[in-house]
């Protein structure tokens, strides 16, 4: 199923209660978009998901939905709260209180892309973000929101999985001399958004595939894991951040040699996922 605002790959069989997010994989760059920036067509993808989706694309095999955004994260970025708007950016906007990430350019509509790099020539009006955000990321969550509660009805529990790409730098200073430089980072929101259960048998999923893991540093999770982890209902949200590293050429933004040997990788690991979704748990009925 495609629309403007999402892809959406269904499995024909629905036997997990796993649901797979890549809210920031689109790439689908609007040509008035490109007209008014700053950046070239390379520059402003840095801050994109490239790939991710295709990562996860054998998540149906397992029986579980992959949803993608169509629209890249320049352009808007569904991992943000409708109401995140940037003045600095969108003439009548409003400041309410200090938002970081709203501070720094990050706003549902973001300013910049990676490194502080700035978009735009001038600013955009209310009208136009606001076209945006009724057009790409409300249909895009009122999707997310239904699969969950499909999969919590049919299950007892729905466990969604927001895939992501982190940058090679972002996890370079994470390593010590005790710690290996983690591959994949966890993001749980410290456990508020999923249960120390199901983010243990995730962790164990990327550890038995080889991979280094390391949780809530430094991503412990966003708009998404905020919004829809409630484990105490049954409802689990984790994070999931992949050192770019290990599938793409960062500066080319290109598949490198081990996308493929990855991929395989990955798929291993989905399919554990998946199976934790497909069985009864004790979470249910918490």
């Given at each position: 199923?495609?629309?403007?605002?999402?892809?959406?790959?269904?499995?024909?069989?629905?036997?997990?209660?796993?649901?797979?997010?890549?809210?920031?994989?689109g790439r689908d760059y609007p040509e008035a978009l490109l007209k008014r920036s700053v950046l070239?067509?390379?520059?402003?993808?840095?801050?994109?998901?490239?790939?991710?989706?295709?990562?996860?694309?054998?998540?149906?095999?397992?029986?579980?939905?992959?949803?993608?955004?169509?629209?890249?994260?320049?352009?808007?970025?569904?991992?943000?709260?409708?109401?995140?708007?940037?003045?600095?950016?969108?003439?009548?906007?409003?400041?309410?209180?200090?938002?970081?990430?709203?501070?720094?350019?990050?706003?549902?509509?973001?300013?910049?892309?990676?490194?502080?790099?700035?978009?735009?020539?001038?600013?955009?009006?209310?009208?136009?973000?606001?076209?945006?955000?009724?057009?790409?990321?409300?249909?895009?969550?009122?999707?997310?929101?239904?699969?969950?509660?499909?999969?919590h009805e049919k299950f007892g529990q729905a466990i969604l999985i927001d895939c992501h790409s982190?940058?090679?730098?972002?996890?370079?200073?994470?390593?010590?001399?005790?710690?290996?430089?983690?591959?994949?980072?966890?993001?749980?929101?410290?456990?508020?958004?999923?249960?120390?259960?199901?983010?243990?048998?995730?962790?164990?999923?990327?550890?038995?595939?080889?991979?280094?893991?390391?949780?809530?540093?430094?991503?412990?999770?966003?708009?998404?894991?905020?919004?829809?982890?409630?484990?105490?209902?049954?409802?689990?949200?984790?994070?999931?951040?992949?050192?770019?590293?290990?599938?793409?050429?960062?500066?080319?933004?290109?598949?490198?040699?081990?996308?493929?040997?990855?991929?395989?990788?990955?798929?291993?690991?989905?399919?554990?996922?998946?199976?934790?979704?497909?069985?009864?748990?004790?979470?249910?009925?918490?």
């Amino acid at each position: 199923m495609q629309n403007a605002a999402f892809v959406l790959d269904m499995p024909e069989n629905r036997r997990s209660c796993a649901v797979f997010s890549s809210p920031h994989s689109g790439r689908d760059y609007p040509e008035a978009l490109l007209k008014r920036s700053v950046l070239n067509q390379n520059v402003i993808r840095s801050s994109e998901d490239a790939f991710v989706d295709q990562l996860f694309a054998s998540s149906a095999d397992f029986g579980a939905p992959l949803i993608k955004a169509a629209m890249p994260r320049a352009y808007l970025d569904l991992n943000r709260s409708a109401d995140e708007l940037d003045p600095a950016l969108i003439s009548g906007a409003r400041r309410h209180g200090h938002n970081p990430r709203v501070a720094s350019g990050l706003g549902v509509i973001p300013r910049v892309v990676a490194n502080g790099r700035a978009i735009y020539r001038g600013k955009l009006t209310m009208d136009e973000a606001r076209l945006r955000i009724d057009t790409y990321w409300r249909p895009y969550h009122s999707r997310l929101k239904s699969l969950l509660a499909e999969s919590h009805e049919k299950f007892g529990q729905a466990i969604l999985i927001d895939c992501h790409s982190m940058p090679h730098e972002a996890v370079a200073m994470a390593s010590t001399a005790r710690n290996k430089r983690p591959e994949i980072v966890l993001g749980d929101r410290f456990g508020a958004s999923a249960s120390g259960e199901v983010v243990d048998q995730i962790e164990s999923a990327f550890a038995a595939a080889g991979l280094n893991v390391a949780r809530n540093a430094p991503f412990a999770g966003a708009y998404v894991t905020q919004t829809y982890g409630r484990p105490g209902r049954g409802q689990h949200a984790i994070q999931i951040e992949i050192d770019r590293a290990l599938y793409m050429d960062e500066e080319k933004i290109a598949p490198n040699a081990n996308f493929m040997a990855f991929s395989k990788v990955l798929r291993q690991v989905i399919a554990e996922i998946a199976s934790i979704g497909a069985r009864p748990a004790r979470l249910a009925a918490e």
